[in-house]
């Protein structure tokens, strides 16, 4: 299995090369050469028989031919275990259902049991292992450049704390995560987790990632990786719980499903994508906004229309607080039958010069509801604490604000005789202050997480500045 660049590059490299590389050299994106087809059969009988971590095994052996098959599975299994997940489902479903309902329509899968209770432990937390791993062998050293909106640094954070040859430098906008979030990341004292607040949002540290990371010279030097869903280790990760969903809501492979995705980054739904190019029967892929609604427009009008720092909301599901998708690129190429000239044409040029493309011409753009499943919606924070009494008056379950957005969207696209698979994000008390204001009454906090907001901190307050991101870096790395 080989893996392009979404824009053109010649070079064509194995998995553990693209692990540690993040971006291509080209600015572009990883995907493989093609996508491998499931197997449906003997996955539902994987899942059925050995759990999550041997169907994790099974995905990703169809996409890493460079580690040893029993490495790969022992990967897994340290990785995907009852004991970091609190339960051997891994990723249970809720089905969203009432005394005297018929049979649900709305599930709620989730995916945030680990560590530090959202979403992004699920692929962080075997990319932590597959670093260490990969870099033992090289005897090597990684320092990981991330951008976090929210839960990705956190998540990063806790699976690489301690991990033998890797340094973290985590940026996140100043001010514009939750109190709980900020504590999560802030309190990890270890010496190698580095937090740089970015006096911006989320979408200047992500440029600042993508500059330091297209810097070639100081990549090299440094030695720098990504953990952001721009790196393919995370995203193939997270194709897995697609299809442990899908087992989980059917009986049978004839049947269907959709999902719905909180999305700002197009990370986790473009994981759905790779899935259903996969073979997985998938009818939907719903894209749930909030209020920064850059993903829906183009679902909707086939502008793509990235906004700048001014016209970024600030939101009470702030990990969607994002205007420019990173992972977007992957599904454009695609849309495009993989035409590399034209998706550098798109990302690389007219973004940068205009800000936004427009394919509502392009006869292809039909493609995105029609051959590839997608469709959209938008929630405000008026529909969040709708939502959030609407699910715990009628089926006394609690969600957080982001799940609020997918459970909002999703009820807009519901088929009948489909089961909709809405993925949970995060848990309640990572946004308490919303939750109060829509229940009155705080989330449960585990235990472990008594009086994080007190600890002592460490953060490093800079401006969105490329420059002094970089010095920051060498400074505790030479």
Not at 182 to 202: R, T, Y
Not at 326 to 346: C, I, K, M, Y
Not at 398 to 422: C, F, N, S, Y
């Amino acid at each position: 299995m080989l893996y392009l660049s979404t824009r053109g590059h010649p070079d064509r490299k194995h998995f553990c090369e693209i692990l540690l590389e993040g971006l291509a050299p080209d600015g572009g994106l990883y995907l493989p050469e093609s996508y491998p087809q499931a197997d449906l059969t003997r996955l539902r009988q994987v899942w059925q028989q050995h759990g999550y971590a041997a169907l994790a095994f099974e995905i990703l052996s169809l996409y890493i031919d460079d580690i040893p098959a029993a490495d790969l599975k022992a990967l897994c299994a340290k990785t995907y275990t009852a004991a970091v997940y609190g339960t051997e489902a891994i990723v249970p479903l809720k089905p969203l259902q009432a005394q005297g309902d018929a049979a649900p329509e709305l599930y709620l899968e989730a995916l945030s049991n680990g560590p530090t209770l959202a979403f992004k432990d699920m692929a962080m937390q075997l990319l932590g292992n597959l670093f260490e791993y990969e870099l033992g062998r090289r005897g090597a050293e990684l320092n990981i450049l991330g951008a976090t909106s929210g839960d990705t640094g956190s998540a990063a954070e806790y699976a690489m704390r301690g991990k033998k040859g890797v340094r973290v430098f985590m940026t996140s906008p100043h001010g514009r995560m939750s109190p709980f979030q900020q504590a999560q990341m802030f309190s990890l004292l270890d010496e190698n987790i580095h937090n740089i607040a970015i006096e911006g949002v989320f979408d200047d540290c992500q440029d600042i990632v993508k500059a330091v990371s297209n810097d070639l010279e100081f990549k090299k030097k440094y030695k720098i990786g990504t953990v952001n869903s721009i790196n393919w280790a995370r995203l193939l990760a997270q194709v897995v719980y697609y299809f442990a969903g899908y087992f989980q809501a059917t009986t049978a492979n004839s049947q269907q499903v959709s999902f719905t995705v909180p999305s700002g980054n197009f990370g986790n739904v473009c994981a759905g994508h790779v899935a259903r190019m996969m073979g997985l029967p998938v009818a939907q892929l719903v894209v749930a906004t909030n209020e920064n609604d850059v993903l829906d427009e183009f679902f909707r009008t086939g502008i793509y229309r990235v906004r700048g720092t001014a016209d970024t909301h600030e939101t009470s599901s702030p990990s969607m607080d994002i205007s420019k998708a990173s992972n977007f690129e992957r599904f454009v190429f695609d849309l495009l039958g993989r035409d590399a000239a034209q998706t550098q044409a798109l990302f690389g040029d007219a973004l940068n010069r205009q800000g936004r493309f427009d394919l509502s011409a392009d006869p292809r753009f039909a493609d995105a509801a029609k051959r590839y499943g997608f469709v959209s919606g938008k929630s405000t924070h008026a529909n969040r604490l709708d939502t959030i009494r609407q699910v715990f008056d009628r089926y006394s379950v609690m969600i957080d604000t982001h799940t609020a957005d997918g459970v909002k969207v999703a009820r807009e696209h519901l088929q009948a005789g489909v089961p909709m698979l809405v993925l949970e994000t995060a848990l309640p008390i990572k946004f308490a202050g919303t939750i109060v204001e829509a229940l009155g009454r705080e989330p449960e906090r585990p235990a472990k997480f008594e009086g994080i907001e007190a600890l002592p901190k460490r953060v490093k307050v800079m401006p969105a500045d490329v420059a002094q991101v970089k010095a920051y870096i060498a400074a505790h790395c030479d």
